[in-house]
């Protein structure tokens, strides 16, 4: 590693001396349901047919003025996501001109951080790639702080030297916003995963951002509670990065969005500072509610450190059925009566197509429970009253049966079963994985429209896809759209990208509903939002991280920062 030193050992040792002391600016601030299912047949699918003409949106030609941020110049490196710069917009920009570093920089982690400032390369590799292993940093430094105080130190110091920073959570991440681009530092809260109180009375959860989610759930159930975010990605995701990222999950139909049911946070400003709103009151009107800034800024804001969030009780009483739906039609009118009759016991309505079938069954060994459909549903039900429960969700089942908008579907009640129910829907990316090379979008569309897309998409690509799926969230209008190649394809790319963006601007859906933008969909970020926005977006950016070394290249536009 080639590092240069400016100053004297004794002048430099004297400056760390003096950062380590340095006081922490603070501011204030069960009945038998599945005879229903044993009185009918299986329909035969009825073909859909599904026309799309349209003209694509024209390219964004605006360019915003830049607001007060740090100019890049003498940038000195380039490198790309997907394939060079002009296939993509999802490809790296020029590293900014941040400082490279030093063995006094070293010497300053490792006295603040007796052996958690890693530099050995092979505990680094992991860190330096995302989940999907489609983009790779060359961060040489990992620093894992355990407390507010030390992140706070870090910053201060890496904001003085202006060395860039990369937040990292579970590194779960499905955009690149978890990883360095170049050779940021690596700031992991994998070590502050302490719960701090939990009130049984309100509800209210307080603990460290890097709690694991499915550690804070298994701690909660002890209690009688549960978590309002329950993800595929449970067991390696954290909490912070959660909020970072405004993660949807699988109960925003019942519980909403961590916009929410997030109460309060402490953040870590760019110089250090420690913002101090980390409230467990379900209501403040004081002021402008400063922590929804930090909610999905991908860490470009700030560092989450510490989170107050409300938790729902337990429920008593838990059905999951698995349904089969012969058109994306009869699943859109089974959705319909579903909340019309199931109501206040409702928590999720998840789909996935057949493909995506097949990929469970081919690659991770899955049995589908029923007989083969073109659509599945997940619908899960939470109550108090296990009678009151199973009685509604009888009437549902023989509604949507006798009507011929389902199938054939089967019903669990214990635990055993609903999660193996739940795995045909929480696998579904791990199938993807052994696929091939995927690429990944997750977009938010009116719910009638978000199959039309994947239909859309298939007749576009033919052959040069391997696999298009679709599966996603019908609460809340959110589609995953996949689509995999035997590897990384510029050609398919091109024809993808940015296609998807325009058809789904074109219907007034969003590039991302739950995923961030983070590395790849950065450029893309006009298809959803008005110039305007992204300006003011920049202002923001600029007056809490003026220099910019928060998660640099992610976020915002090449055109912004």
């Not at 299986?42 to 949106?57: E, G, I, N, P």
Request: proline letters at 5%; one cysteine or more; glycine letters at 8%.
């Amino acid at each position: 590693m080639a590092l240069n030193t400016f100053k004297s050992a004794q002048h430099r040792a004297n400056e760390i001396a003096a950062f380590v002391s340095e006081p922490v600016r603070v501011i204030s601030i069960s009945f038998d349901i599945m005879a229903i299912f044993e009185r009918f047949t299986r329909l035969k699918s009825a073909s859909r047919v599904l026309q799309y003409t349209t003209a694509l949106c024209p390219a964004h030609s605006w360019a915003p003025k830049r607001g007060p941020l740090l100019q890049p110049a003498g940038w000195i490196q380039h490198r790309c996501v997907h394939g060079e710069r002009s296939e993509a917009s999802s490809a790296a920009p020029p590293r900014r001109p941040f400082s490279q570093v030093t063995p006094a920089d070293l010497d300053f982690f490792r006295q603040l951080l007796p052996g958690r400032a890693i530099t050995d390369p092979d505990v680094l590799e992991s860190s330096n790639v995302d989940w999907l292993k489609s983009v790779k940093g060359n961060s040489e430094v990992l620093l894992r702080p355990k407390t507010t105080d030390e992140v706070s130190r870090i910053l201060s110091y890496c904001n003085q030297r202006n060395l860039a920073v990369s937040p990292q959570g579970g590194n779960t991440g499905l955009v690149g916003g978890s990883v360095p681009v170049f050779d940021e530092i690596i700031l992991s809260t994998a070590l502050m995963n302490q719960i701090l109180t939990f009130d049984t009375i309100s509800g209210i959860l307080t603990c460290q951002a890097g709690c694991v989610l499915e550690s804070l759930s298994q701690y909660l159930e002890e209690q009688d509670f549960i978590m309002p975010l329950d993800l595929g990605a449970k067991g390696s995701c954290h909490i912070g990065g959660n909020v970072s990222t405004n993660a949807g999950g699988l109960r925003l139909l019942r519980y909403g969005s961590l916009r929410g049911t997030v109460l309060g946070l402490e953040v870590v400003l760019a110089d250090g500072r420690i913002l101090n709103c980390l409230a467990t009151l379900r209501k403040d009107n004081t002021g402008y509610d400063l922590k929804q800034l930090f909610i999905g800024s991908e860490g470009t804001l700030g560092v989450i450190t510490a989170v107050s969030i409300l938790c729902p009780r337990k429920p008593k009483s838990v059905n999951v059925a698995f349904l089969g739906c012969s058109s994306f039609q009869n699943l859109l009118e089974t959705f319909q009566a579903c909340r019309g009759m199931l109501g206040e016991i409702l928590s999720a309505f998840e789909f996935l197509d057949a493909s995506c079938m097949n990929l469970l069954e081919k690659h991770l060994k899955l049995t589908n429970p029923i007989t083969e459909s073109p659509f599945y549903i997940v619908i899960e039900t939470a109550g108090s009253n296990a009678a009151h429960d199973e009685e509604k969700l009888h009437n549902f089942l023989e509604k949507v049966m006798t009507s011929s908008l389902v199938t054939d579907g089967t019903v669990a009640t214990e635990e055993a079963k609903i999660k193996a129910l739940w795995s045909m829907r929480e696998r579904i990316t791990e199938a993807l994985r052994h696929d091939g090379y995927t690429y990944k979008y997750d977009i938010s569309l009116s719910v009638e429209k978000i199959y039309d897309l994947v239909t859309h998409m298939r007749e576009r690509l033919g052959d040069r896809a391997q696999n298009v799926v679709g599966y996603g969230h019908v609460g809340d209008g959110n589609l995953h759209l996949n689509i995999t190649s035997p590897s990384k394809d510029p050609a398919l790319l091109a024809a993808i990208e940015p296609y998807v963006y325009e058809w789904t601007s074109q219907y007034q859906g969003s590039i991302s509903a739950e995923h961030g933008l983070g590395l790849k969909k950065r450029n893309y970020i006009y298809y959803s939002k008005t110039p305007e926005a992204v300006t003011l977006m920049g202002n923001i950016k600029a007056m809490l991280d003026p220099k910019g070394i928060l998660n640099p290249y992610k976020t915002l536009p090449d055109d912004i920062c």
